[in-house]
C-alpha cells in the first residue's frame, strides 16, 4: 500500500507555544489530506480536509485560527496548533487520498502532542 | 451529517471462536464503508472494505456485511488468534475524496 509519513512522531511543548506537524505522502500525489485528532480511548474525530492548493475545510467546533492547515504540494501537508494548551494533548493522525490510490485513505503514523 | 454508532464497545472472545462486530449509518447517500484496526499508539490499518453495490466480501478470516436498507455492516471474524486483539473501528463516507465518518470502536480481546 501507499505509505505516509508524519513528523514529528512526539513533541512536548510549553503551554503558549506552537507546534507544527507534517504530513507527508512518499509515494503518491495527495490531492486530498485529513486531519483527525484521537483522545485516549476515543475515536477519531475529523478536524479538517484540504485539498491541494485551496483553502482546508473545517468540521463544526473545530477553531480555524488555532488549527492553521497549509497543503502546498501533492505531497505535503501542515497542521500547527497555535498557542498550544494542555487541553490541545493529544494524538494528531494526518491521512491522504488520491486517484493514483483509489481514492482510499491512507493514515500517517500519528503524532502524540503533550503540551505541559 | 453523518453519525455512525458501532457495538459493542467492548467484546472478549475465546480464542478461536468468532466475533461480531455491528455498525450503523444514518446518511443513505454513503455507499463505502471500511473497517479499520487500530493497535495502541499506532495508526489505523485498513483491514476490509466494502461498497454499496455489493452485500458481502471476504477475506480469508475476515468478513463485512451490508444491509443498504436496514443502514447496517458489520464485521465478522473467524476462528480468532490472539494477534486479532486491538481495537476496531467502522467507518462510512461518500466515496471518493470524501471524508470518513468513524464509529466509536469495539476493543475486540481474544482469550487465549
Known amino acids: 500500500g501507499a505509505v505516509v509519513s508524519q513528523h514529528p512522531s512526539w513533541v512536548i511543548c510549553k503551554s503558549g507555544t506552537s507546534v507544527k506537524i507534517e504530513c507527508r505522502s512518499l509515494?503518491?500525489?495527495?490531492?486530498?489530506m485529513f486531519w483527525y485528532r484521537q483522545f485516549p480511548k476515543k475515536s477519531l474525530m475529523l478536524m479538517a480536509t484540504?485539498?491541494?492548493?485551496?483553502?482546508?475545510?473545517?468540521e463544526q467546533g473545530v477553531e480555524k485560527d488555532k488549527f492553521l492547515i497549509n497543503h502546498a504540494s501533492l505531497t505535503l501537508s501542515t497542521l500547527t496548533v497555535t498557542s498550544a494548551h494542555p487541553e490541545d494533548s493529544s494524538f494528531y493522525i494526518c491521512?491522504?487520498?488520491?486517484?493514483?490510490?483509489?481514492?482510499?485513505?491512507?493514515f500517517g503514523p500519528g503524532t502524540r502532542l503533550t503540551v505541559l | 451529517g453523518e453519525n455512525v454508532e458501532q457495538h459493542p464497545s467492548t467484546l472478549s472472545v475465546q480464542e478461536g471462536d468468532s466475533a461480531v462486530i455491528k455498525c450503523t449509518y444514518s446518511?443513505?447517500?454513503?455507499?463505502?464503508f471500511p473497517w479499520y484496526k487500530q493497535e495502541l499508539g499506532k495508526r489505523p490499518q485498513l483491514i476490509i472494505d466494502?461498497?454499496?453495490?455489493?452485500g458481502e466480501k471476504k477475506d480469508q478470516r475476515i468478513a463485512v456485511t451490508l444491509n443498504k436498507t436496514a443502514k447496517h455492516f458489520s464485521l465478522h471474524i473467524t476462528e480468532t488468534q490472539p494477534e486479532d486483539s486491538a481495537v476496531y473501528f467502522c467507518?462510512?463516507?461518500?466515496?471518493?475524496?470524501?471524508?470518513?465518518?468513524f464509529g466509536t470502536g469495539t476493543r475486540l480481546t481474544i482469550i487465549p
Open positions: 466494502i461498497r454499496s453495490n455489493v
Open positions: 491521512s491522504a487520498s488520491g486517484t493514483a490510490v483509489g481514492n482510499e485513505q491512507f
Open positions: 509515494d503518491f500525489q495527495a490531492t486530498t
Open positions: 484540504s485539498n491541494e492548493g485551496s483553502k482546508a475545510t473545517y
Open positions: 446518511d443513505s447517500a454513503s455507499n463505502y
Open positions: 467507518a462510512a463516507s461518500k466515496g471518493g475524496n470524501e471524508k470518513l465518518t
